[in-house]
């Protein structure tokens, strides 16, 4: 079993919540024994056949999973090294990998006998998935939303809406993800008895960071299986895009204890590493909000400093424990791609592939340009297109000069 | 523990436990607000650590930290006015509230260190629970600095003595599962927790969130050993700015009243 082998990458955290000095649970009382019920609850779930079961069915039939993988041909033949392939998490209901880790998490909600649902979204992408799960199986559903994100994701809030959704504005801060965080927060303090708060990616307090990994490890599993089956061989490189990490976290947990995978993680350099970016592992330090202890930007003082990325679902000054945890260890690398070179690589795929990706894994593409053509042509890469570009396309237009 | 903690708790009455946030809405602003504080007749003080992320706070103190930042409030200005009001005051315990990254930024020895330099008393961290204890409290108690927690309507029989553990000075109890500033607690549930957490706890407990006149004080410090009062305190710095000091002052002085002149029924 890989859980008792010392030398293994998937045994973490440690009972308490801990990826070496990562992680753990830095809240507020109040949240403390709910934080400890949850814990114990997700024990429970993971062991129940009939858990795993529904969730796997829900996967299946309502999600549209497994999701395929896919070899790029005219991308790999344009870029002249490795192997392009995609693991097309984008096919999925609502449009990105978010929607995994949501019908994890409400299905527990549920097993916990909560009846009122609350998130933070940046984007509106995890909003939107939670919105969609809150419909399936009937549970009011509170989004909070930075105030400047309501006004620039104009479409998912309508489609939050359209779900059933509440979507409360947050003015306060700078009025984005990390501040809508925040407020969530203070909700679910204040609502305990009724209220599980559907984190959307792999941070917050311990257990949160476990079981959205858990969640989204699906992406790992089926593209390990997939690419066995279609190559008979494992691939060479990993590559995803890291906001808070999910769906990086996802694709590579499965893959840790394969020595000959090597992975890579991008973060958002926006207008570059020595400007405004969301570069936490680039340009952060290690410090504590939001539950846990990470990477983080911060001044000197330990004030957070405000993320900058073109895009949204990037746009968060920390980022997911297990990936501090990663980079320490050296099991994985991180690198970061300017917002000028993700819009570059999301034409580039919608140019040769007829696939347009969402901003946030056109910073894996945008790396995949860069590293495919070092690597010989026999080798294999193997990048997350985590979501869609629809939502993005305004946005896109903007940067590009085009009106629509 | 502090002296000064203890000598506050064993006055005779209740003690009467003030919050403003430093740096509010200047550095420059703080001492003055703070003598108010003593003057009107506080026992022990809590200066806030403004901080970007202020999860567990409400809208008033919220925008307290706001401004305070946005005045240009460091980490290095707290401390000098905690070392300030030290020199002028040397008998009223003075205690830092705030979140865990200002705090231990640069490692838990140079903040224990430093806190003990300034003459503080005690540390509230509000996202440090006592599962995270080693992140700071070690680094604390080696200076003789009060780790102070919090205890809340959903910390159960079972949790509290992990709460008390490593504790000093007093419990802050907060009396209702939200954030500050908010709703107010009922005085039977509030006297039903001090029954229960008393059966345990062998320091003194101070109840605060959403305390805000004397008329609410005045019962609470009948059944509490102390009442903490913050966001009506902070409310009048927003209102007054730079010349909160006077009202500031008669606030204080009216809470001190009803606090000290509560009969304890419980010992």
Redesign the interface.
Not at chain 1, 24 to 34: D, F, I, Q
Not at chain 1, 287 to 291: A, K, P, Q, V
Not at chain 1, 300 to 304: A, L
């Given at each position: 079993m890989t859980a008792q082998n010392p030398n293994s990458y998937r045994n973490q955290p440690d009972d308490?919540g801990h990826f070496g000095q990562f992680g753990?649970?830095?809240?507020?009382?109040?949240?403390?024994?709910?934080i400890l019920d949850l814990e114990q609850e997700y024990r429970r779930a993971k062991a129940d056949p009939a858990f795993q079961a529904e969730f796997d069915d829900l996967l299946e039939h309502y999600v549209g999973r497994p999701s395929p993988l896919y070899f790029a041909p005219r991308l790999t033949e344009e870029l002249g090294g490795a192997q392009v392939w995609f693991k097309r998490d984008e096919l999925n209901h609502t449009g990105a990998h978010k929607i995994n880790n949501c019908i994890g998490q409400i299905l527990l909600a549920i097993r916990m006998g909560k009846t009122r649902i609350i998130a933070e979204t940046g984007a509106g992408q995890h909003g939107v998935a939670t919105a969609t799960v809150c419909a399936r199986f009937g549970l009011p559903c509170v989004i909070f939303m930075g105030a400047t994100d309501v006004a620039r994701q104009a479409p998912n809030v309508f489609r939050m809406k359209l779900l059933g959704a509440e979507v409360v504005p947050v003015t306060?801060?700078a009025a984005t993800l990390?501040?809508a965080?925040?407020e969530a927060?203070?909700d679910w303090?204040?609502n305990?008895?009724d209220t599980f708060y559907i984190i959307g990616t792999a941070a917050g307090p311990h257990p949160y960071p476990e079981l959205v990994r858990d969640f989204q490890s699906v992406i790992g599993k089926e593209a390990r299986a997939q690419m066995l089956s279609r190559t008979g061989r494992l691939p060479d490189l990993l590559v995803a895009a890291i906001g808070g990490g999910s769906n990086a976290i996802g694709l590579f947990h499965p893959f840790l204890d394969d020595p000959s995978v090597k992975m890579l993680g991008v973060e958002a350099a926006g207008h570059g590493l020595d400007k405004e970016h969301a570069a936490s592992l680039a340009g952060g330090r290690p410090?504590?909000?939001?539950?846990n202890?990470t990477y983080?930007l911060?001044d000197?003082?330990?004030?957070?400093l405000e993320g900058h990325s073109i895009s949204a679902g990037l746009d968060y000054p920390g980022i997911g424990p297990e990936h501090a945890w990663l980079k320490e260890s050296g099991r994985v690398e991180y690198t970061s791609v300017t917002d000028t070179e993700a819009l570059d690589a999301f034409q580039l795929l919608c140019r040769t592939e007829g696939i347009i990706p969402a901003l946030e894994p056109s910073h894996a593409i945008a790396a995949v340009k860069k590293i495919a053509p070092t690597m010989p042509k026999d080798a294999i890469l193997l990048a997350n297109l985590c979501g869609r570009g629809d939502k993005d396309i305004f946005a896109v237009a903007e940067h590009l000069g085009v009106s629509l | 523990m502090s002296a000064r903690l203890s000598a506050a708790f064993a006055k005779g009455h209740a003690a009467l436990v003030c919050f403003v946030t430093a740096g509010d809405p200047t550095p420059d602003a703080t001492s003055a607000i703070l003598d108010a504080l003593v003057e009107g007749g506080a026992d022990v003080i809590e200066l806030g650590m403004p901080f970007t992320d202020p999860m567990a706070d409400g809208p008033a103190i919220q925008l307290a930290n706001l401004r305070s930042l946005g005045a240009g409030t460091r980490t290095a200005d707290i401390l000098r006015i905690a070392k300030d009001f030290r020199a002028r005051h040397p008998d009223t315990p003075l205690v830092l509230m705030g979140y865990a990254n200002p705090m231990t930024t640069r490692g838990p020895e140079w903040f224990a260190d430093a806190c003990a330099d300034a003459g503080i008393d005690g540390v509230i961290c509000v996202d440090i629970p006592p599962e995270e204890d080693a992140e700071l409290g070690p680094w604390l108690r080696a200076k003789g600095i009060s780790p102070i927690r919090l205890a809340t309507p959903t910390t159960d029989a079972a949790r509290l003595p992990a709460v008390l553990d490593g504790s000093s000075g007093f419990l802050y109890y907060v009396s209702v599962a939200g954030i500050t500033g908010k709703q107010s607690a009922a005085l039977d549930s509030i006297e039903q927790a001090m029954t229960r957490i008393k059966a345990t706890a062998t320091i003194p407990v101070a109840v605060g969130f959403g305390v805000r006149t004397p008329e609410q004080a005045g019962p609470i410090a009948r059944v509490a050993d102390g009442v903490v009062v913050g966001s009506a305190l902070v409310d009048l710095v927003a209102e007054h700015g730079v010349n909160a000091a006077e009202p500031v002052r008669k606030l204080v002085s009216a809470l001190a009243e009803a606090v000290h002149s509560a009969r304890k029924e419980v010992a």
């Open positions: 308490r753990g649970r830095y809240v507020a009382e109040t949240l403390m024994p709910l306060a801060g990390k501040d965080m925040n927060l203070r303090v204040a305990v008895h410090g504590i909000l939001h539950g202890k983080l911060q000197e003082d330990g004030q957070i | -």
